[in-house]
């Protein structure tokens, strides 16, 4: 079983849309959650983090956090065409930062 | 500019040709990292190092070999490189845990 597991994509939303993204993982130790942007060609970049149950919000990005299900998201809101990426979610227990697979979004005009 | 440098960007080479890949970030960052990138499996921990001489293996260690000498420098050694490595590698930096890593452009390896 994979640690982090991320809905498959892709996931294609219309401009100015809510695209919601989902990860669970296994490893009940995992302390701190991230999500990365990645655009096609480049490096990782990390856009949100979240330690505490409940929601952490910056900007269009929302995180949401439940420990107990296991569970990571990642909303935006108002999707524009540069969130067209693939966003991955890690999680971090102590050294070990483990990553999903990754989810990609299109936002069409 | 913070950043991390990986060098090169790109590398060819031939089955069993001992290469080293380097990684230098500007930031005083404690943790250091290397990362291969293959489709459909995502981003996988190779080795960490927590501090100078403090390495550990990650997820897929074998054919690989670090060493953390100073604090800026992080380089990833193939001593024997084979067709299976053949990936996009990411060397990563942290200031520690909870901190999110930044990473490096990326070098795309092709071992033939």
């Known amino acids: 079983q994979k640690e982090v597991e991320q809905n498959s994509g892709p996931l294609s939303v219309p401009e100015g849309a809510i695209a919601s993204l989902n990860c669970t993982y296994s490893d009940r130790g995992s302390q701190s959650f991230f999500w990365y942007r990645q655009y096609s060609g480049k490096s990782p970049e990390l856009i949100m983090f979240?330690?505490?149950?409940g929601d952490k919000e910056d900007g269009r990005f929302t995180a949401q956090l439940n420990k107990a299900s296991q569970y990571v998201s990642l909303l935006i809101r108002d999707s524009q065409p540069s969130d067209s990426a693939t966003y991955l979610c890690a999680v971090e227990d102590g050294y070990k930062l483990s990553f999903g697979a990754g989810t990609t979004v299109t936002v069409r005009a | 500019e913070a950043q991390v440098t990986q060098n090169p960007r790109y590398l060819i080479t031939v089955t069993g040709k001992k290469l080293t890949v380097t990684c230098s970030q500007n930031?005083?960052?404690?943790?250091m990292s290397w990362y291969r990138q293959d489709p459909g499996l995502g981003l996988r921990q190779i080795y960490y190092?927590?501090?100078?001489?403090?390495?550990d293996k990650g997820d897929v260690p074998e054919g690989y070999k670090v060493s953390r000498k100073e604090k800026r420098n992080f380089p990833l050694i193939l001593e024997s490189p084979s067709p299976n490595q053949t990936s996009l590698y990411f060397c990563a930096s942290s200031l520690g845990t909870g901190r999110g890593y930044t990473f490096g452009s990326g070098t795309r390896l092709t071992v033939v």
């Open positions: 190092s927590m501090n100078v001489e403090v390495t």
């Open positions: 930031m005083n960052h404690e943790y």
């Open positions: 979240i330690y505490s149950n």
